[in-house]
């Protein structure tokens, strides 16, 4: 198993730019999430997913779009970057229901926006 | 809503100093508890866990109690070494119930840096 893996791993944009940050896994996992990870903010919310056709907001949702076609990938798309999005991304997935308490990460996307 | 609250850092030891990072929880009904561990230029794993009051996680020589009475869950660990030099976090998830299942609320994160 690859686990949780992210494309791509660092990525410098331009304000007003847009691109998507890719996730994908293999543990066949309901439950995807994004993640933001400012410093001395811990981790923040974006968006998350129950499964295909299903995502909600999270904590930090503005500029972020997501969407779930398959159970496999939750892409996020930043339609128009602004410097306030400047961070480290981390993709989330686990199991829902029993013995899917532990959430597994992937390693990250840093993302530098000028 | 949750919230989680951890100590100051970064903190510095030296090796085989003993470890203590305190971690204190907002949150109502029963949720569970979490230090998750990112060592440098990866992501987040986790380190141990506790689903109810009381119940000790550990691993790798960390350990973490449940205490509902002082909301707290405070990773120790009696001897360090080099190697766990990395950024811990506190984390909680669910509590209350509704949809809270699978989203983890984190503490801000703590650097350890263990010297020789």
């Known amino acids: 198993n690859a686990g949780v893996t992210q494309t791509p791993k660092f990525q410098v944009l331009k304000t007003g730019q847009s691109m998507t940050l890719q996730c994908a896994q293999d543990m066949n996992h309901e439950y995807m999430s994004w993640y933001r990870q400012d410093p001395g903010m811990g981790l923040r919310l974006i968006h998350y997913s129950v499964g295909a056709g299903i995502t909600d907001q999270g904590e930090v949702p503005n500029g972020y779009n997501v969407s779930r076609s398959t159970t496999e990938d939750f892409p996020l798309r930043l339609l128009s970057a602004a410097p306030s999005q400047t961070s480290v991304y981390f993709c989330?997935?686990?199991?829902?229901?029993?013995?899917?308490?532990?959430?597994?990460f992937g390693p990250g996307t840093r993302l530098l926006v000028l | 809503g949750n919230s989680v609250t951890q100590m100051e850092g970064p903190v510095t030891l030296s090796e085989e100093a003993f470890l203590t990072i305190n971690c204190t929880y907002t949150?109502?009904?029963?949720?569970?508890l979490f230090w998750y561990v990112q060592y440098p230029g990866e992501g987040l794993q986790l380190l141990l866990k506790?689903?109810?009051?009381?119940d000790k996680g550990s691993n790798k020589g960390f350990e973490a109690t449940y205490r509902k009475e002082t909301t707290s869950f405070h990773l120790e660990k009696g001897s360090v070494q080099v190697s766990d030099s990395a950024v811990y976090f506190c984390?909680?998830?669910?509590?209350?119930?509704?949809?809270?299942?699978?989203?983890?609320?984190f503490g801000q994160g703590t650097i350890l840096t263990v010297h020789p």
């Open positions: 506790a689903t109810k009051a009381d």
């Open positions: 949150a109502t009904g029963y949720p569970s």
């Open positions: 984390a909680l998830s669910g509590g209350a119930g509704g949809t809270s299942y699978g989203k983890l609320t």
């Open positions: 989330a997935s686990r199991l829902i229901g029993t013995g899917g308490e532990t959430q597994y």
